[in-house]
């Protein structure tokens, strides 16, 4: 059984920086794609960045790009998101993600078979 863990969220201010970090249990991590999705209330879960099996690929929304940067250590089985000059409206809970069987990097929450229990993120201006 495939299980997802996240940590490293919590309260920072605008223009501070914070690392997600989400451990896999239960299967071969590196040839799987992956993904971070966030969500706030009354919202659908957005698509943040994905990165490939093997991590040679990596897609960004519009929204972070040059500010979060998705990597991933297949030797602890483990994926990070560095998220630098935090905004307001980066705030939501994020969510681990990975495909079964694909190693194609997907922007589509649907597309993803497994999930963590989310880490909150509160940005204050």
């Known amino acids: 059984q495939v299980q997802l863990v996240e940590s490293g969220g919590g309260s920072a201010q605008a223009g501070d920086s914070l690392t997600l970090v989400c451990t896999e249990s239960?299967?071969?991590?590196?040839?799987?794609?992956m993904g971070w999705f966030r969500q706030v209330p009354g919202k659908e879960r957005e698509f943040v960045a994905g990165?490939?099996?093997?991590?040679?690929?990596?897609h960004y929304v519009d929204s972070v790009k040059g500010r979060f940067t998705i990597s991933r250590d297949s030797a602890k089985s483990t994926m990070y998101l560095l998220m630098k000059r935090l905004k307001p409206e980066d705030t939501a809970v994020y969510y681990c993600?990975?495909?079964?069987?694909?190693?194609?990097?997907?922007?589509?929450?649907?597309?993803?078979?497994?999930w963590g229990a989310g880490t909150q993120v509160t940005v204050s201006s």
């Open positions: 239960g299967r071969t991590f590196s040839i799987y794609a």
């Open positions: 990165i490939s099996g093997g991590g040679a690929y990596s």
């Open positions: 993600a990975g495909r079964e069987a694909q190693s194609e990097i997907s922007s589509r929450a649907q597309d993803y078979d497994n």
